[in-house]
């Protein structure tokens, strides 16, 4: 499967932006799906995860409330929701996507969009 990352740009602290993840080659339901961003000088991390069916989902601690994954299999598309924002948000943010169904962690994820960079200023 190929992922297609979009939506990021540039956003003042408090608002709002939602990231797609366009998915082609294969069907996404077959897939969990995931988002992480990359700051700079930081390592990737974790932001949102979501299940194939979209019941189960999980969230990095920083951003729970505020942030929402989200899919819809029907449109091969998953987003991630972004409210709230704040300037320590800004990072390159990737989507990804894996079969097993478990594990949460950069290495678990086999498939990986080519990320879209979002700013949050001050």
């Known amino acids: 499967v190929q992922l297609q990352a979009s939506g990021g740009g540039l956003v003042q602290a408090g608002g709002s932006l939602r990231l797609s993840c366009a998915a082609s080659g294969r069907a996404i339901n077959m897939y969990y799906m995931g988002w992480f961003r990359q700051a700079p000088g930081k390592e990737r991390e974790f932001v949102a995860h979501i299940a194939r069916s979209g019941t189960a989902k999980y969230y990095a601690e920083s951003v729970k409330d505020r942030f929402t994954i989200s899919r819809d299999n029907a449109k091969n598309t998953g987003y991630l929701q972004m409210n709230a924002l704040k300037p320590e948000d800004t990072a390159v943010y990737y989507c990804?996507?894996?079969?097993?169904?478990?594990?949460?962690?950069?290495?678990?994820?086999?498939?990986w969009g080519q990320g879209t960079l979002v700013t949050v200023s001050s």
């Open positions: 990804a996507a894996k079969m097993a169904p478990r594990g949460l962690a950069t290495t678990e994820y086999d498939y």
